[in-house]
């Protein structure tokens, strides 16, 4: 099954409104597939937005400064201790109250050993985060500046929340792949200084997010508490484990429910066999009597150790045996052991046999006989 991405371009922080009165509007999107190819695309609000395996949305770069730390000052810190650390470490170069700002660090450091630092306000972050929950998939939320070619200046449309604000982005991306982004139109400003020298792409946003692959350099900002954890990021494969874990289950349950009535018919089987041997020997319910309720009993919830002698032996033995001890009457087994080809009968210790019940199971070629302790075994004779 191909992986789907879902690539969102997110609007400018409204510069005038209160977070109040932020209101998300119809936001563009493409929806890839695994190979690259555009499946849907269009405007939509973030409960409107199509599932996917993985969800990229793209921030305007002005919403996102980038700072530096280097390596040796995260080396002493706990790495569980980074996310309290982080304002304070980037205090000098931060403008706004540190309570107020979301940091994401890059995953590894340049070659100068430094990491970059992903820096917005919080209360943005929390109201683009929140547009995402419940929804499937993998959120990775990153800046547009990671879109934007290497050694390149140029402008970009975003949407905005207010009517009365430009969409309009200058970004720039020099070779070492450090850049920005302001908003404003290029005929206000003019050339930027730190854009001189850069080539102007002629690629608009859009056509940069149908690539087939995501930003090499992306910076997730889904950091810390935002990070996906557990079942949140790994939910999708769990629910595909777990339902083939209940699927096998279930299968399991009907097989055994299965077994049971195969079983329940076998045993009706054996009760029906044996009083159609019984009937054949002329015995009838008051001619056997407690011996007969007893085999019947045993009949319906002894196993044998092959299904041959299910569905044979051990009704046509039981039934020899009913007929043999029919002629003592008063004799009731205390139990039965079938074993290929014989019966081993459990009476009392001490009772005392009719001395013709062996002359009688000889008529019918078979074997009645004491082994000792209560314990006689009734057995074909072979011919």
């Not at 070619?149 to 140029?154: A, E, L, N, V």
């Not at 905005?160 to 206000?188: F, Y």
């Not at 289950?249 to 009907?254: C, G, I, N, T």
């Not at 054949?280 to 001619?287: C, P």
Request: glycine fraction near 10%; proline fraction near 7%; charge should be negative.
């Amino acid at each position: 099954m191909s992986v789907t991405i879902c690539r969102v371009v997110l609007p400018h922080k409204p510069l005038n409104l209160p977070s109040a009165e932020w209101r998300w509007v119809p936001l563009p999107f493409y929806l890839l597939g695994g190979e690259g190819q555009i499946l849907r695309s269009g405007r939509a609000l973030p409960h409107e937005l199509p599932e996917a395996h993985r969800h990229e949305w793209i921030l305007p770069a002005a919403a996102v400064t980038r700072l530096f730390v280097t390596e040796s000052l995260l080396a002493g810190i706990p790495q569980t201790r980074w996310r309290e650390a982080l304002p304070n470490l980037l205090e000098p170069q931060v403008l706004w109250p540190l309570e107020e700002c979301h940091c994401a660090l890059a995953p590894a450091p340049d070659a100068q050993g430094r990491r970059v630092v992903a820096v917005m306000e919080r209360a943005w972050m929390n109201f683009i985060h929140g547009a995402f929950s419940g929804r499937r998939g993998r959120l990775i939320l990153s800046s547009s500046h990671d879109w934007a070619p290497i050694g390149c200046r140029g402008e970009w449309v975003f949407p905005v929340l207010d009517p009365a604000e430009e969409g309009s982005l200058r970004w720039w991306r020099d070779a070492t792949g450090e850049g920005g982004g302001i908003r404003g139109r290029r005929e206000e400003m003019g050339v930027l200084p730190w854009e001189e020298g850069l080539d102007l792409s002629p690629m608009t946003l859009m056509e940069r997010l149908v690539l087939p692959t995501s930003a090499p350099s992306l910076l997730d900002l889904c950091q810390f508490e935002w990070a996906a954890r557990g079942l949140a990021r790994w939910g999708p494969a769990w629910k595909r484990a777990l339902t083939a874990v209940g699927m096998a289950v279930l299968v399991a349950f009907v097989g055994l429910y299965l077994e049971w009535g195969r079983l329940a018919w076998s045993a009706h089987d054996l009760v029906g066999e044996e009083k159609r041997i019984l009937a054949q020997r002329g015995l009838t319910d008051s001619a056997h009597g407690a011996v007969a309720e007893w085999a019947h009993a045993w009949v319906q919830r002894s196993q044998s150790s092959t299904q041959e002698g299910l569905q044979g032996e051990f009704p046509h033995l039981t039934g020899q045996l009913v007929t043999l001890l029919a002629q003592q009457p008063g004799l009731v087994p205390l139990g039965l052991v079938y074993r290929p080809h014989r019966l081993e009968v459990h009476f009392p210790v001490g009772v005392t046999m009719a001395a013709g019940l062996s002359e009688a199971a000889s008529h019918q070629h078979l074997r009645w006989q004491s082994e000792g302790k209560g314990v006689w075994v009734l057995e074909e004779v072979q011919p």
